[in-house]
């Protein structure tokens, strides 16, 4: 009911998402309930708790009974909308959308920068630290072509690429784990309250890995019944050279999202307000600084790791460029990937993940 008001405005996705959100209802839809995650998940779950197993009917009629035929009204309305849809994404074209734009900007940074203002700091942040980078890998013998192109190079070597196996897979989560562990070993030079809530480390669900980002935070439930999840989607393990791995598990485990938020969530008496509210510039701010503060704890051993460091940053700067290129400036979806895989040397099919 929301999309169709929605849609009745004009406010609905481009072609390209609507390919996307079909392909993944088809995935849930276009299989026999019983074999669905939501009934195999909690046959699992029965099997676990030593429940009795003809539960598992129950969630199956459920499945069948109610949610298949609601994910068939959703598919008719997206069908619906696919046969209008354009392929801009731009919040301009949308009803009010520059005014819309320049309220969401304001929300997630609490300032009142233009589009074009905040495109040109993101310009002159990748040029600053392009040149960093460069002369890292120039120090490393990389010399030929621009960042981007040697970045893209050195995502190719295969003594950076874990296997795209489920093998290659589970090295890479072990990997991370590992550079959890030894961040979490070296807290104590820079932190005196470090709180004790589970961090798990799990590849996104196969399900919703094409329509989800390349790598997020859950924070764990407040009352401990759920440790907090940093999710990385290994879709293609080629999207994660070994060289940047480092960088996202400080940004989202510690001393980044997993820190700031479990301190705030096991604060004494403070208002429950101050232990859920999330606020972009300050916890994605946090993060940043996190990633620069594992530089100084000696968290990246080489410099092709503190070059992964560096090509994080550069991914955050390249984001202000291409954000306010789709709804300021008008860019297509195709003009923004093809700045992000030249400026962040990235894989073309995790940039185009993040653009959309």
């Known amino acids: 009911e929301r999309q169709k008001a929605d849609a009745a405005r004009g406010v609905f996705a481009p072609d390209y998402i609507l390919d996307t959100t079909m392909k993944m209802q088809a995935a849930l839809r276009d299989q026999p309930a019983a074999q669905t995650v939501l009934v195999t998940s909690f046959v699992k779950k029965l099997s676990e708790a030593g429940l009795p197993p003809e539960r598992a ?35 301009w074209r949308l009803p009010d959308g520059e005014a819309f734009y320049a309220n969401a900007a304001e929300a997630a940074t609490t300032t009142k920068l233009s589009g074009e203002e905040i495109h040109r700091i993101g310009l002159d ?17 990389m010399s030929q072509g621009s960042v981007g192109e ?19 897979r589970e090295a890479l989560l072990a990997q991370l784990n590992r550079d959890l562990d030894a961040m979490k070993a070296k807290l104590p030079q820079a932190f005196t309250t470090i709180p004790d809530t589970k961090l798990e480390i799990r590849a996104v669900p196969v399900e919703i890995q094409d329509g989800a980002s390349n790598g997020y935070y859950n924070r ?17 393990v080629g999207d994660w050279p ?23 969530q096991t604060a004494g008496d403070i208002p429950m307000l101050r ?13 940043l600084y996190a990633e620069q503060l594992a530089d100084e704890l ?34 297509s979806r195709e003009k923004a990937t093809d700045y992000m895989v030249e400026k962040t040397g ?8 993040e653009v959309e």
């Open 57 to 91: 009917a129950q969630a199956e009629k459920i499945v069948a009974e109610k949610i298949f035929p609601a994910v068939d009204r959703q598919r008719t309305l997206v069908q619906a909308l696919r046969a209008k849809a354009v392929h801009d994404a731009g919040c």
């Open 125 to 141: 942040q990748v040029a600053q630290i392009s040149s960093r980078i460069d002369a890292i890998l120039k120090g490393e013998g």
């Open 150 to 168: 040697r970045l893209v190079a050195l995502n190719k070597r295969p003594d950076q690429l874990y296997p795209n196996t489920d093998p290659g």
């Open 220 to 236: 764990a439930a407040l009352d401990g019944s759920r440790p907090a999840i940093y999710f990385i989607n290994l879709k293609d």
């Open 242 to 264: 070994k060289y940047g791995l480092g960088a996202l598990t400080y940004h989202e485990g510690v001393p980044g999202h997993h820190l700031q938020i479990s301190t705030a």
């Open 275 to 287: 232990k859920i509210a999330f606020m972009s510039a300050y916890t994605e701010g946090w993060a």
């Open 298 to 331: 000696g968290g990246y051993a080489t410099p092709l790791d503190r070059a992964g460091y560096l090509q994080s940053f550069l991914f955050r700067a390249a984001r202000l460029v291409v954000d306010t290129g789709i709804h300021a400036k008008r860019w």
């Open 346 to 353: 990235f894989a073309r099919p995790r940039c185009q993940r």
